[in-house]
């Protein structure tokens, strides 16, 4: 069992970065991969990057690449997700998400075991 809370959500202006982090309980979230998802108002989740168990691979939506960076630390059981030059289309309710397997491509919804309760992060003009 791997039970999830992402926090660092907030309001920000349109430009400015932003730091999620996933807490994770549990000793075998070492051996789980982690992605980042997220879903505005009125459309379907999205996946935004993944990595993998050791952190060693990661894999990201074309809509975040270049601006956004997962990173983990299993020490720290803890997986980051760091925002930079947000954008208002950003604005939506973030979400981590666990599954026990080695890749961090895996990019639907349904390859995940244990989800956290979302953060809201808003982006203003």
């Known amino acids: 069992q791997v039970q999830l809370v992402e926090s660092g959500g907030g309001l920000v202006q349109a430009g400015d970065s932003l730091r999620l982090s996933c807490a994770a309980s549990?000793?075998?979230?070492?051996?789980?991969?982690v992605a980042w998802f997220r879903q505005a108002p009125g459309k379907e989740r999205e996946f935004l990057a993944g990595?993998?168990?050791?952190?060693?691979?990661?894999h990201y939506a074309d809509s975040v690449k270049g601006r956004f960076t997962i990173s983990r630390s299993n020490f720290k059981n803890t997986v980051y997700l760091q925002m930079n030059s947000l954008k208002l289309e950003d604005t939506a309710v973030y979400y981590c998400?666990?599954?026990?397997?080695?890749?961090?491509?895996?990019?639907?919804?349904?390859?995940?075991?244990?989800w956290g309760q979302g953060t809201q992060v808003t982006v203003s003009s």
């Open positions: 998400a666990a599954g026990h397997f080695y890749t961090g491509r895996k990019t639907e919804e349904h390859d995940y075991d244990y």
């Open positions: 549990g000793h075998a979230f070492a051996s789980h991969s």
């Open positions: 990595i993998s168990w050791s952190g060693g691979s990661t």
